[in-house]
């Protein structure tokens, strides 16, 4: 439903010539939830990697651009990530993706993915899981739970607001600055 930032991880792995490399080599740990779009980077030769459809893979393995080209493509096939041209060896890849992980231990040192005792913390606000429990304690027995439904919607939604930065949208002024993308005359003639 989100990118938690609570929950974002940065891996990176070293390309090897194969094109392919399995997710249970890459996210070690195996709390891989989902990627965070557009964060596929081949560090080494400072270039976005770009994510491409199954037909477009096909073309590209079709072509040239599998043994030449300063661009890396890649895609997910069968929990693989592949990736062409992959000719180097020792390239360092790198991708943000959303764990699993959303619980801890008493400590707050090991995560995991469910709870295994019971002094087990959620890396989440307790005042959420509280809200979505009363809603589905009292839907779950067929009580009426708007209200609750409502109320954890609404504390939803501000944490999500709250948790990370966003960009404005728009022209941005800054204190004692101007906006570099505006020309100092001649707006709007």
């Known amino acids: 439903m989100h990118d938690w930032q609570r929950l974002t991880k940065e891996v990176t792995f070293t ?17 891989f939830l ?3 779009n557009s964060t596929q980077w081949d560090r080494t030769n400072y270039r976005k990697m770009q994510l491409v459809t199954p037909q477009e893979w096909q073309m590209l393995k079709s072509t040239l651009v599998t043994t030449v ?13 592949l990736v062409t041209p992959d ?12 764990s699993t992980n959303w619980i801890t231990d008493s400590t707050g040192t090991t995560e995991k993915s ?3 005792a019971d002094d087990d913390l959620v890396i989440f606000p307790e005042y959420l899981m509280e809200l979505g429990l009363k809603y589905e304690l009292k839907a779950g027995d067929g009580l009426p739970a708007l209200v609750e ?3 954890y919607e609404q504390a939803l939604e501000d944490e999500i607001a709250q948790e990370t930065p966003r960009r404005i949208i728009g022209p941005r002024y800054y204190e004692n600055s101007r906006n570099p993308n505006l020309p100092d005359t001649g707006i709007g003639q």
């Open 87 to 98: 000719s180097g060896t020792g390239d360092t890849l790198a991708l943000e993706y959303v």
């Open 114 to 116: 469910a709870f295994t």
């Open 15 to 31: 390309s090897d010539g194969t094109g392919s490399y399995t997710r249970a080599s890459i996210f070690t740990d195996g709390d």
């Open 149 to 151: 439904l409502d109320e």
């Open 69 to 81: 080209g300063i661009i890396r493509y890649f895609r997910e096939r069968g929990n693989s990530i």
């Open 34 to 36: 989902r990627y965070v």
